[in-house]
């Protein structure tokens, strides 16, 4: 009988830890939310069809379950019509990597597209912008992977599948001639010039990511069901 109760113990000690690592959805954002401080704009979607952005690991501690990524307006985004973006993302074996100030550079991420991709890749969502995009409002793509930053840098690949670019529209943006040690995340964009960065240095964009907790595996609810086992089998030999 004692031998029971103290597995009960254990069992139930581990069990809280368990269910306790399921927390609410978080939110992990890139920068200052503060637009006003250090930002510029960059046209992401007015002057690129493709775009690729990558993120340190360190922006998450544990293994998480991305489901909404985010970017924001800096001015009033007006769309041509109507344009559908594919936001894919994947586990990327290049690393984040220091910029020199106005210098150019590419921030760790080869020039080629593929060659930066993951082998995990999914693609994450497609939208369908259009109308007008007011200053601070957020562009963003809902889908879920999940992300381990022990196995890498996070890459997101951002690409106009149909329609047109915008007119005019800026993202909030930092600049690593402003941010020179590139602790964060590097940049590459394709325009009609090609694969390439801003002459001032790759550019990173302010992106909110939320998140919640990798799921609880079935191995963890067969544990919690064996603990609920125990504690009827106490009871009955009392």
């Known amino acids: 009988m004692v031998l029971i109760y103290r597995s009960i113990k254990y069992l139930f000690a581990i069990t809280v830890i368990l269910f306790a690592s399921q927390a609410k959805a978080a939110t992990v954002l890139t920068g200052s939310s503060d637009f006003s ?7 992401t979607f007015a002057c690129t069809n493709r775009m690729q952005q990558l993120y340190s690991s360190t922006f998450f501690s544990d293994p998480v379950l991305i489901n909404k990524i985010s970017f924001f ?4 985004g007006v769309w041509n019509g109507s ?6 993302i994947s586990t990327s074996d290049k690393r984040v990597t220091a910029q020199d100030p106005g210098t150019f550079g590419n921030g760790g991420l080869s020039r080629s597209f593929d060659e930066n991709v993951g082998p995990d890749e999914v693609v994450f969502d497609n939208q369908t912008f259009s ?3 007011p200053f601070g409002q957020r562009v963003s793509f809902i889908g879920s992977f999940t992300y381990d930053p022990s196995f890498g840098d996070l890459l997101i690949d951002l690409q106009l599948v149909s329609g047109e670019t915008t007119r005019s529209f800026g993202v909030v943006t930092r600049s690593l001639s ?4 590139a602790t964060t995340y590097g940049l590459i964009a394709t325009n009609t010039g090609g694969n390439n ?5 790759c550019l990173q964009m302010l ?4 998140v919640s907790p990798v799921p609880i595996p079935a191995a963890a ?16 030999r009392r």
């Open 37 to 43: 401080t250090g930002d510029v704009s960059f046209c």
């Open 73 to 76: 307006a800096d001015n009033v």
């Open 83 to 88: 344009a559908t973006w594919q936001l894919s």
């Open 131 to 133: 109308g007008n995009v």
């Open 178 to 181: 402003q941010s020179p040690d």
């Open 197 to 201: 960065c801003s002459s001032d240095g």
């Open 207 to 210: 992106t909110e990511f939320e």
């Open 221 to 236: 609810w067969l544990f919690a069901s064996g603990l609920i086992g125990l504690v009827g089998l106490a009871r009955r």
